[in-house]
């Protein structure tokens, strides 16, 4: 059978491309090999089915439960003791992904897209050899492959999975009771959103974090801020610690650790979870001859076009060079798909933006205030924070700041950044302004409906030129 595209993933990288390639007018498969533990299969990738939806949905639980049990008392609602069952919270997480990943393969219908459930491998020539869930081997042909492998959990040497007792980002997902105690290794995105669903649940919650400083990608002053509401949580965060190994003795994981001076520690904890980053999923992917290549990291290697260099043959998302983030999948899938139709295309890969969804959230795009300077640019920096915010303030929700980061020569706007309630909402202003080239006067001249929590983006706009009105200007 042939067809004009074939997709190898279906995750947020692949079912976007072939989507959009379909409504291009193109005969198009995707296929994908995503396996549940139940054994079900599934498209949508590590994000709908263990990473991105899974992980809101228990954020968003027990966040209503933190609330309940710290902030309604301020509200003047009376509540008495606040229980939970982690069973329903894991139910109705698994009826969200459910209905999810059911969609994707409804879209795919709808486009007309021949959706594939199993395993694609790229042959020379722009074959692609399916194995089918049932074994069965077909080989297929295509004018344009797009691979869309995605990316897996990183292993750690010194903590090898054992799925029980050590477990990677997705089994953190599954856990069935609240360990008393967890530790977790690496203190980055994926660890901070885990430690924080399962600290609000009761863990005592120790994170070991090679790195010695704190959240290295975000704005310093924002890691800063984000590291103190942490530990008001609870999150016991260790930085500077190098696990050298774990072990489990008795039904407990012992941890080695030598920590930010170099001295032997240890730390016992009933589970642990490794979340130390992911790598390219792409086992199996590539046959020999193919002529695609991967680079030192496992990465396949693509131009800025998202090709590959052998004739009609893409890669995109996170098995190719950039940010591991959805969106940024999304879009490369969706631009690649335009561009085998001949269309215009186009990633601006400057204005990814990036989110944290604990409480506070905290998100961002462009240039921190540290790396502008780097750059060599003379920048000015305006900052609000929530608690002057009369939105924030009745929303019992006034941690944190926004953060406007601008050229001081011509006034361009370099970065956003913020902690604070609905940051991961609040940055897609912060993109589209920067997505057009936007002057902080821009920002200060565009009026924001009061009382909102977006004002705070727009005061922060005003502080960067000293003109702020809910502050006082320094």
């Not at 980002?169 to 009771?177: F, Q, T, Y």
């Not at 565009?446 to 922060?460: F, Q, R, Y």
Request: proline share 4%.
């Amino acid at each position: 059978m042939d067809f004009d595209v074939i997709v190898i993933g279906g995750g947020p990288a692949g079912y976007p491309a072939a989507i959009r390639a379909a409504q291009n007018g193109l005969k198009v498969a995707c296929m994908d090999g995503w396996k549940n533990y139940d054994g079900s299969r599934a498209f949508g990738g590590t994000c709908l089915n263990a990473g991105c939806i899974p992980s809101k949905a228990l954020l968003e639980s027990t966040e209503l439960l933190h609330r309940a049990q710290v902030e309604f008392a301020a509200h003047g609602i009376e509540t008495g003791k606040v229980s939970f069952d982690l069973s329903k919270m894991q139910k109705r997480k698994a009826s969200i992904v459910k209905n999810m990943t059911g969609g994707i393969q409804q879209l795919l219908k709808a486009a007309g897209v021949t959706a594939l459930q199993g395993h694609g491998q790229l042959l020379p020539g722009r074959e692609v050899e399916f194995t089918a869930v049932d074994g069965s081997v077909q080989r297929l042909k295509a004018q344009h492959v797009v691979l869309a492998s995605g990316s897996q959990p990183t292993a750690l040497p010194t903590a090898p999975f054992d799925g029980e007792h050590i477990v990677d980002s997705w089994g953190a997902l599954e856990m069935s009771s609240v360990p008393k105690r967890l530790g977790i290794i690496g203190a980055g995105v994926i660890g901070l959103e885990l430690g924080s669903v399962w600290r609000r649940l009761g863990s005592e919650v120790v994170m070991l974090e090679a790195m010695p400083d704190f959240l290295p990608m975000a704005d310093s002053q924002v890691a800063k801020e984000a590291l103190k509401h942490f530990k008001k949580l609870g999150l016991d965060v260790r930085l500077g610690a190098k696990v050298t190994a774990a072990k489990v003795v008795k039904g407990a994981v012992e941890v080695s650790y030598t920590d930010g001076d170099g001295a032997a520690q240890s730390l016992k904890v009933d589970k642990l979870i490794v979340a130390i980053g992911r790598r390219p999923h792409t086992t199996g992917l590539l046959a020999e001859g193919t002529g695609v290549t991967l680079d030192q990291r496992g990465f396949i290697q693509v131009d800025e076009h998202c090709h590959t260099g052998v004739e009609n043959v893409w890669a995109v998302g996170d098995c190719v060079r950039g940010a591991m983030l959805a969106h940024k999948a999304k879009e490369e899938g969706v631009a690649v798909a335009d561009r085998i139709a001949g269309q215009y295309a186009h990633v601006n890969y400057a204005v990814i933006p990036s989110v944290i969804y604990t409480a506070p959230e905290i998100a961002w795009v462009g240039l921190s205030e540290q790396q502008a300077k780097a750059s060599g640019r003379e920048v000015k920096v305006g900052t609000f924070p929530f608690l002057a915010s009369g939105r924030a303030r009745a929303m019992e929700a006034s941690q944190g700041f926004a953060k406007v980061v601008s050229d001081a020569a011509d006034d361009t706007l370099l970065g956003v950044h913020i902690i604070g309630p609905m940051a991961g909402e609040l940055i897609g202003e912060a993109v589209l302004a920067m997505e057009y080239g936007s002057s902080t006067e821009d920002l200060q001249r565009t009026i924001h409906a009061h009382p909102t929590l977006s004002e705070a983006v727009h005061e922060a706009a005003l502080a960067a030129d000293k003109r702020a009105i809910d502050m006082p200007n320094r």
